[in-house]
């Protein structure tokens, strides 16, 4: 039962992100409210995945066990890395610093998580505030780098819980390497999709023509960036609609890789 909750909290992602998209190209305006909901539940999607894997395993008194086991085996180096699958010495070995037990490791692991569980809203929060104000195109260069490496650490210490735990007999059958994939495709999909949005507005890429007459013949015009003009407007409503179409097709990889059975 713990393990079907999980399934359930965790396919829900695709209807709420295709929900609040739709909203969002209802209402483009508050696009940056909506964005706070989906990633809301993107954090708890994380961090509910986690406690997927870690019941799997028995909890964590029994993944520490089995941890534990695995240094006196000397079976497996036990320590954090930038590439868990790329372990062999080599140009792709990617280590960064080992553990003085087990314990510590999934301390720092659950750090890696409750790090974007409290950064992402926060930058979710101020960027609504900003657009709101009309200001985030001045702030965008400063959050969403900051939204993207919170989300980049918290995926590494999932793919390290992950790893440590896949020779785990229990890991094996729930076949956890194909859900990890699609959680995450979807949400480093919606994340860099709207980066290079926002990085597009800001760098004037998306704008607006302001015309005005002055007198009776002449007109003068004006580029207006930001994300209240009208073109920017519509790159909020087309990056929701991908969105939409996105998590639709991810529900038939949600069917697959989260079956019933």
């Not at 079976?75 to 868990?84: A, K, N, R, S, T």
């Not at 985030?136 to 590494?156: E, G, R």
């Not at 999932?158 to 020779?167: A, D, E, F, G």
């Not at 007109?219 to 409503?237: E, I, N």
Request: net charge positive; hydrophobic share 50%; glycine share 4%.
């Amino acid at each position: 039962p713990s393990l079907q909750k999980c399934y359930l909290r965790i396919i829900l992602v695709a209807p709420i992100y295709a929900c609040f998209s739709w909203f969002a190209v209802l209402s483009s305006r508050n696009s940056g409210v909506f964005d706070l909901c989906r990633s809301v539940y993107e954090t708890y999607v994380l961090y509910t995945f986690f406690a997927l894997i870690i019941l799997a395993a028995g909890g964590e008194k029994a993944a520490i066990r089995f941890w534990t086991k695995q240094v006196d085996s000397k079976v497996d180096e036990f320590g954090c890395v930038l590439c868990p699958p790329c372990r062999s010495k080599g140009l792709f070995s990617c280590g960064l610093f080992s553990y003085s037990s087990p314990e510590r490791a999934l301390s720092v692991w659950k750090a890696c998580l409750w790090q974007f569980i409290f950064i992402k809203p926060t930058c979710a929060i101020f960027t609504a505030i900003c657009e709101h104000r009309h200001v985030a195109i001045y702030t965008d260069p400063y959050v969403k780098p900051v939204a993207l490496i919170s989300v980049t650490v918290a995926m590494c210490g999932l793919l390290n819980v992950y790893v440590s735990l896949r020779n785990h007999r229990a890991i094996k059958v729930l076949s956890a390497a194909g859900k990890f994939m699609v959680i995450k495709f979807a949400i480093f999909l919606t994340v860099w999709q709207e980066v290079v949005f926002h990085v597009l507005v800001g760098r004037g890429v998306i704008h607006s023509p302001y015309c005005y007459l002055v007198g009776k013949k002449s007109t003068h015009c004006l580029d207006l960036t930001g994300f209240a003009t009208p073109s920017a407007q519509r790159g909020v409503r087309t990056v929701a609609t991908l969105i939409i179409f996105e998590m639709f097709a991810l529900s038939f990889a949600m069917l697959f890789f989260f079956t019933y059975a």
